[in-house]
């Protein structure tokens, strides 16, 4: 799977770039769908894989288009592995792995920006600098969205305009991000003229 | 006027804390409130040294909280440019002097899990303030404290008597050394590490933390550069049409000033950016000091901070 190319966009708009080793004493790898991948280059471009896989901890979870390499991460030899059959399953895991991680640790995040975006909040909640952790984005493109106005969360959003899955209301997806949420925020395409909302485009894949 | 706004002092107390200590407080003189600060800010301090301005920046060490006056302790260096020992030597309680208003540079990170302070020498006062702070909003702190000797270990009995275990004093006449490598290695993820203290432990601390995967984001530090000596240069100024020399033992900036020219300034230790002047023509070398250029920059020739940087060489023209 190749890598990600994003259309150039405002500021707060993510940008992901290649996942290096870097020294450190406890890696903790969190990936999802396509972001397997990533992980495989990683180790193929570490200088000591060995080392690196001794004191690694990997947390997989099928992305959102049904992609699973679960079987191609395991086999990699991490000193622990875990496949999350969700996102959401797999936060409290990394909740919990936090609580004992120590400074010295790096951190890795491949795949869709919600797995990304929600594995970096629980990482930046210690206080770690979001700055420090590596992102790069794999395979699919569907975004999590927050409604502005009802506050909702829609997750894998494909078209743009759609309908908020809390409020109904018929939201633009920008590419304003909230690292807090993480998420894009949608906005209420036909506030002026109720019901005079554009064709529905399939933006994300 | 550069610098910014001024504060109109006066010294209300001057306390010998050691042998190469002096402690100095200073409150307004009309008895108006002094500005609240944050733990870590510094203020620089204007020195009328018989003729000889200097402007040092010190680093605040009473409660952020209390706007009744600030407290500096100096320590006196025998071998610098002489700011530390006018302070010793002529500083008397009733003066009149004039403060910058506190600059932060060295601030805490409120989002961190737990602040890790390692201190060495007077490099304890931003601390001292900083830990009044914590003590106010509840945050978590260790402080790893190395001195010379327990005579010039500065506040270390306070400090002791007020936080108990989470003060750790190391003392290098009696061998004590910071175990940092095993220090670093044991914090929780999302800890905050700060160091002030001399050059060599400043380098130690942040490449241990380097090599050990700290991030740089979490690794804070505070060295304000003397300007330092050198050979007598010129530089012209290009956009004030004056050619200043800099003297031995004074600062590009400091020349710059005393020709009458209002230059920027806040920190005058090569660590806020402030002073930062474009270099228009050089044939020679800039000896750049400062913390605040990248290396690139500092590469590429084209930037000086004039508080602590010179020039070696022929022709130099600022954009000043």
């Known amino acids: 799977m190749t890598k990600t190319a994003f259309p150039p966009s405002i500021k707060s708009r993510p940008v992901y770039a290649d996942l290096v080793a870097r020294p450190g004493t406890y890696h903790l790898v969190i990936a999802d769908g396509e972001g397997a991948g990533a992980v495989v280059d990683l180790l193929a471009g570490a200088a000591e894989p060995a080392v690196m896989l001794a004191v690694m901890h990997v947390v997989y979870a099928p992305g959102p288009n049904g992609t699973d390499e679960a079987a191609v991460l395991q086999a990699l030899g991490a000193a622990q592995f875990y496949r999350a059959p969700t996102i959401a399953a797999m936060l409290p895991r990394i909740a919990r792995v936090l609580l004992d991680a120590h400074m010295g640790t790096q951190f890795y995040l491949a795949g869709t920006e919600g797995l990304i975006g929600q594995a970096e909040r629980e990482i930046m909640a210690t206080g770690f600098p979001h700055t420090a952790i590596q992102k790069e984005h794999r395979g699919s493109t569907v975004r999590r969205v927050q409604c502005v106005h009802c506050k909702g969360i829609t997750e894998s959003v494909r078209t743009d305009p759609f309908a908020c899955s809390h409020c109904g209301l018929n939201l633009f997806v920008r590419d304003h991000y909230s690292r807090r949420i993480a998420a894009f925020q949608g906005v209420n395409i036909d506030a002026e003229d109720p019901g005079l909302v554009p064709a529905a485009v399939e933006r994300f894949k | 006027m550069s610098g910014g706004a001024k504060l109109h002092v006066r010294v209300a107390e001057v306390v010998p804390v050691n042998d190469l200590i002096k402690r ?28 000889t301005r200097r402007l040092n920046p010190y680093s605040l060490m009473s409660d952020p909280e209390d706007t009744s006056g600030y407290e500096i302790s100096v320590r006196r260096d025998e071998a610098g440019r002489g700011g530390s020992l006018f302070m010793h030597t002529h500083v008397q309680p009733g003066m009149e002097m004039v403060l910058s208003h506190p600059l932060n540079l060295f601030q805490l990170d409120g989002r961190s899990r737990k602040h890790l302070m390692i201190a060495g020498g007077i490099g304890i006062t931003p601390f001292l303030a900083q830990i009044k702070q914590l003590t106010h909003f509840g945050g978590r702190f260790e402080l790893h404290y190395a001195a010379r000797n327990r005579e010039l270990g500065a506040y270390t009995a306070d400090l002791k008597s007020a936080h108990g275990d989470r003060v750790h004093l190391y003392f290098d006449e009696e061998g004590q050394v910071i175990d940092l490598k095993s220090l670093l290695n044991r914090q929780p993820i999302g800890t905050h590490l700060y160091v002030c203290g001399p050059k060599g432990m400043l380098n130690w601390v942040r490449s241990t933390a380097q090599a050990q995967g700290w991030p740089e984001a979490s690794v804070h530090f505070e060295e304000f550069l003397a300007p330092g000596t050198g050979t007598v240069f010129q530089a012209q100024l290009a956009t004030s049409g004056k050619t200043v020399t800099v003297g ?3 600062s590009l900036l400091e020349a710059i000033e005393a020709a009458g020219v209002d230059a920027p300034y806040l920190c005058r230790g090569g660590a806020c950016g402030q002073c930062e002047t474009n270099i228009l023509h050089c044939d020679g070398t800039i000896l750049h000091r400062d913390h605040w250029l990248t290396p690139e920059d500092q590469a590429a020739g084209t930037k000086i901070m004039p508080c602590v940087s010179r020039f070696e060489g022929k022709t130099l023209i600022l954009e000043r």
């Open chain 2, 24 to 51: 100095f407080r200073f409150v307004t003189r009309d008895g108006s409130p002094m500005p609240a600060f944050s733990g870590g800010s510094h203020t620089v301090v204007e020195m009328d040294d018989h003729g």
């Open chain 2, 248 to 250: 031995t033992h004074q």
